[in-house]
């Protein structure tokens, strides 16, 4: 892949990098573009290996996800459990606060 191919990737794509780094990152639109960046700059250095430009897209997403999953076990960034203060102002006829509180103490048990 030639630099000219290379920036034709980064104009079309990057929206949709961006998009899977947002789900990525828990909705940090600053972690997910610094995710985006780094996967880029990979991809520019390693662009002599890339010999099917169709592929490239994919091969984008993978060092996207292999980046992200780095930064999810270095810092732990695990969701952190909301407790019940963060829900005291809601309205709730239905009982959905306390089934997701349930929800998010269950998960917590779960291992990593």
Same mark, same amino acid.
């Given at each position: $892949?030639?630099?000219?191919?290379?920036?034709?990737?980064?104009?079309a794509h990057t &929206? !949709?990098l961006?998009?899977?780094? $947002?789900? =990525?990152?828990?909705?940090d +639109?600053?972690?997910a573009?610094d =995710?985006?960046?780094?996967t /880029?700059?990979?991809?520019?250095?390693?662009r002599?290996? %890339? +010999?099917?430009?169709n592929?490239?897209?994919a091969?984008? !997403? +993978?060092i /996207?996800?292999?980046?992200?999953?780095?930064?999810?076990? +270095?810092?732990s =960034?695990?969701p952190? %459990?909301?407790d019940?203060?963060a829900y005291a &102002?809601?309205?709730?006829?239905? &009982?959905?606060?306390? /089934?997701?509180?349930? $929800?998010w !103490?269950a998960?917590?048990t /779960?291992? !990593?």
């Amino acid at each position: $892949m030639n630099v000219t191919e290379y920036e034709q990737f980064v104009r079309a794509h990057t &929206g !949709r990098l961006l998009r899977l780094a $947002m789900c =990525l990152s828990q909705r940090d +639109r600053a972690a997910a573009e610094d =995710l985006v960046q780094e996967t /880029l700059l990979t991809l520019f250095k390693q662009r002599w290996r %890339i +010999r099917d430009v169709n592929a490239i897209h994919a091969y984008a !997403r +993978r060092i /996207l996800v292999r980046k992200a999953s780095r930064v999810w076990s +270095r810092r732990s =960034l695990a969701p952190a %459990i909301p407790d019940a203060e963060a829900y005291a &102002g809601a309205a709730d006829e239905s &009982g959905q606060t306390a /089934l997701a509180l349930d $929800m998010w !103490r269950a998960l917590a048990t /779960l291992p !990593r």
